[in-house]
Each structure stands twice: as C-alpha cells, then as structure tokens.
C-alpha cells in the first residue's frame, strides 16, 4: 500500500505545465494553488489581468489533488442553522449559490475541456441510525416548504438495495445535483487552463513575508521578491500564522483521512454502487466513498480531528469500517492511504475578508470541490471589477483565539462528537 494519494500517482503533476521565475511585478499575487487561488488567478486573467500563483510546493498540492472528488448540494453549515442564523431570505440566497457552485465547475470543465472523469450521478446520504431517518424526512419537508426545493428523494431501507450493496443503514436521502470527479485530474487542468490565460505559476514559492510599501505589497519567497498591487490568500487549511494570524485564525486545519481499493470487477461495482452515487453517512465522524473513475473504492472519513495520524493506522481502521459496511471488499487490497487538511471555521461557514489589505477566501469544509471553485471565481471577478456574487463576504466571522493550542484542545473536541456520535 502506498502512502501517497491515488489521484496524483494516477495522474501525476502534468511535467508539461507552464511554470516560471516569480515575476518582479503583477497586478494580482496568489498565494496557494488551489481551487480557490486557480479559479480567481483565471478569472482575473481573462479580464486582462497580470497574476502570479504563488505555491509552496507543487501545483495543486493541499486538498484541491487529494480530497474524495465528491460535489454534494448544500454548505457545511446545516441549512436551518444557516436560516436562523440570518434568517430565511439570506438562506435561500445561500442555498441557490451553493447550487450554483456545481453548475459553475460543470461549466468550466466544459469551457476549459478540462478531462477529470466528470459524472453527475448524484449523491445519497445514508441515515446511521433510525433517528436520523426521521430526521431526513424533515429535512426534505423543510427544503420544500422554505425554499421550494423538491430534488431530494427519499430511499426507506427496503429500497435502500437498488442504490448500494449494503444493510449498514436505515435509508437515505438522494439528491441527484450532485456529481464526482478525479480531483488531481481537474485542479491540473484548472492550472493549465489559467496558464493558457497568461497565469504566471511558480511552484516552491512559499511565501514567508508579506510587507506593504508605496501602494503595493511585498511578497517574500524562497525564489525572489514579487511585488503586487492586490494579494489573495488561498490557503485555506494550509494556512500558516507567520504571513497571516488572523486569518489563521479564523479557519482551523482539519485532518481527512482516505483509502482506496484496486480496481474492482464490473460486477462488484455494480453490486456495492448500482448508480455511481456519492455516499456519505449522516455521523459527525462521517464517513464518505464513491467510486472512482477507474472503478475502486474510494473511503475517507475522520476519527479524529488531528491532521497527523500515522496513514497506517488511519487505513487500519477505515478499512475496519469499510468493512462493515461492505463486508463483499473482504480480501481486497488496498493500494493507497493518505491525507489532507480540510478548512473549517467557526461557525462552518465560508469566509472572505481581508488582514492587512490582502484579501483571504477560505472555510469550505467537506463542500470546498465546489464551494472554493465558485468562491474563487467570485473574489476574482470582485478583484478585476467586474460584477460578482461572493455573499459570505460581508456576514460575521468568529474566530479561534486559542487556535495556537489546537493540539490540547483538539482531543477533546474529538471525543465530544465521538460521543455523539455514539449517543445521537
Ligand atoms: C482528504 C480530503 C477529502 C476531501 N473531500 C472532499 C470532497 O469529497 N468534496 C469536497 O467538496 N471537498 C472535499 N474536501 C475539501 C476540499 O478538498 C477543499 O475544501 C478544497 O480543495 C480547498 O481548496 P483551496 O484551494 O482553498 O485550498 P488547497 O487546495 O488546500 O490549497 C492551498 C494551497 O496553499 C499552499 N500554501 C499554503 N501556504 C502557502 C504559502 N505561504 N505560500 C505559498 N503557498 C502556500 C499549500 O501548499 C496548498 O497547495 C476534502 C479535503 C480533504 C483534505
């Protein structure tokens, strides 16, 4: 078993792509190649815009070339949370954006002939216990009734055989909006495509210091100074506190953990994931699979918040869970473990803002395949003057002060919803 990610062993950084110096001066520096520095860094380039990606490493390589490749409806934030948080009008705002945000990724691997294994089958939410069965029901009547949304399909246990090859769980909820891709597939073609725009990428480039002088800012990297008149930070769960506390501050790094299996015969596919559904259960520690492109399955969860447990015992025991739920996967070897971190903030919901001038976009959670393209598009187009739709920009935005003790209070935390978990 390797300890790397599937995507980008399947499909390694394209040797091909475009990469430069860092520049001496560009009206816009992005720091972190992710979904949302490569969506922004396009759109500001297609108005004409000269842009820098600024990456640590290599292209793509936080979350956007290693997480499950999963679109699903919705934010993190629960939407009756989010509705009495700002109230209804806000929400369906919300809700219709985050819809949004799937057609816009659609659109773009369309525009871009970006080839990342793009399906539309859908997704299904599996009630982990009979409860939460009742509560999808409600869930369904609530979208229904407060923002006349009518996708989402019931499936009761007895059905439950004609959309996956397991007896784990009491039902589920479908939403066929939702779609899959290969992650890594897909942020490599982003970067291609913003390179075709004139997007200067320029890898090992972790920014170290951010000054302000004259109107522009100074942007320090191991490879050279660049001097731009507008910085966004797109780091998201990579986000370090030495170029900027605050915003790291406001989003935590949370680690996910994923396993895959060698391709699996047609029949055996078909059997554990009749209709190529993304899965995901209804836990706190949630767990969610998918088949790939190439036809293995793909598990990931979390059974802990740390982003540094050893990929040997994180494949351990989420192989230990794959098993329960589809005991058929006995005896299958497992070709690859690995990790990334996740974004979360406060209140689970996404942020745009500014420290020091610069600007941040970050927070998506378990949504960001979506949320972070749109969202990165939006801040680009508000970057280049053109008209756009960012409506997180201006809601509150909680923060972690005591995020230097992360790893004190995290076990805690995780053991709290662990107990939900096994109590709700
Ligand atoms: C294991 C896992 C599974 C997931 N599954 C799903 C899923 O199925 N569906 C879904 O919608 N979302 C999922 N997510 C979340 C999703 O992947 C992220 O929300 C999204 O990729 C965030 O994109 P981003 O561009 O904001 O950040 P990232 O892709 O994380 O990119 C940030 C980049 O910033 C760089 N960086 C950091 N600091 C600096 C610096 N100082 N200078 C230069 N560069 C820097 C990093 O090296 C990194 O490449 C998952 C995440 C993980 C980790």
């Known amino acids: 078993m390797k300890l790397t990610p599937l995507w980008t062993d399947l499909t390694p950084r394209p040797a091909d792509l475009p990469l430069h110096d860092p ?13 949302t520095g490569l969506h922004a860094a396009r759109a500001v380039a297609m108005h004409g815009g000269s842009v820098a990606v600024l990456e640590r490493e290599h292209i793509g390589y936080g979350a956007s070339s290693r997480n ?4 699903t409806t919705g934010l993190k934030a629960p939407i009756r949370t989010i509705a009495k948080r700002y109230g209804l009008e806000r929400a369906r705002g919300f809700w219709q954006w985050a819809l949004d945000s799937i057609d816009h990724v659609e659109r773009v691997i369309r525009a871009e002939g970006i080839e990342c294994g793009w399906t539309r089958p859908g997704h299904l939410c599996l009630a982990h216990k009979p409860a939460h069965f009742e509560r999808f029901r409600s869930h369904q009547q609530y979208l229904h009734d407060a923002f006349g949304y009518d996708r989402p399909v019931l499936v009761g246990r007895g059905e439950l055989k ?11 909820i479908a939403d066929d909006t939702s779609g899959g891709l290969d992650p890594a597939r897909y942020v490599f073609g982003l970067a291609r495509a913003a390179a075709r725009r004139g997007v200067c990428l320029v890898e090992n480039a972790g920014v170290t210091r951010i000054r302000r002088a004259n109107g522009a800012y100074r942007l320090s990297t191991p490879r050279g100074e660049v001097r731009a008149r507008e910085v966004l930070l797109a780091a998201n769960g990579y986000t370090t506190p030495d170029i900027a506390p605050k915003a790291r501050s406001g989003v935590m790094p949370v680690g996910s953990y994923i396993i895959s299996t060698e391709p699996l015969p047609g029949a055996l596919q078909e059997e554990l994931s009749p209709k190529g559904r993304m899965f995901y259960d209804s836990k706190h520690y949630l767990n969610y699979f998918r088949l790939s492109p190439d036809g293995r399955m793909v598990f990931g969860g979390r059974n802990n918040l740390s982003t540094t447990l050893d990929l040997a015992e994180s494949a351990r025991r989420l192989h230990a ?6 005991p058929q996967l006995a005896g299958v070897p497992l070709t ?3 990790t990334g971190k996740l974004g979360v903030t406060y209140d689970l919901m996404p942020h745009v803002g500014r420290e020091r001038g610069m600007w ?3 927070g998506y959670g378990g949504h960001g395949v979506s949320i972070a393209s749109y969202l990165g598009y939006q801040v680009g187009q508000m970057l280049a003057g053109a008209p756009n739709e960012a409506p997180f920009m201006d809601i509150p935005h909680p923060r972690f002060f005591f995020t230097r003790w992360d790893r004190f209070y995290l076990p805690f935390v995780a053991q709290y919803y662990r107990v939900l978990d096994a109590i709700g």
């Open 23 to 35: 520049p001496e001066q560009v009206d816009l520096a992005v720091i972190g190649s992710g979904y």
């Open 68 to 71: 499950g490749g999963m679109l």
């Open 162 to 172: 004609a959309e996956i090859g397991t007896d784990a769980y009491y039902g589920g």
């Open 321 to 326: 869970r794959m098993l329960e739920i589809y």
């Open 336 to 338: 690859h473990s690995w």
């Open 360 to 362: 941040f976009a970050y």
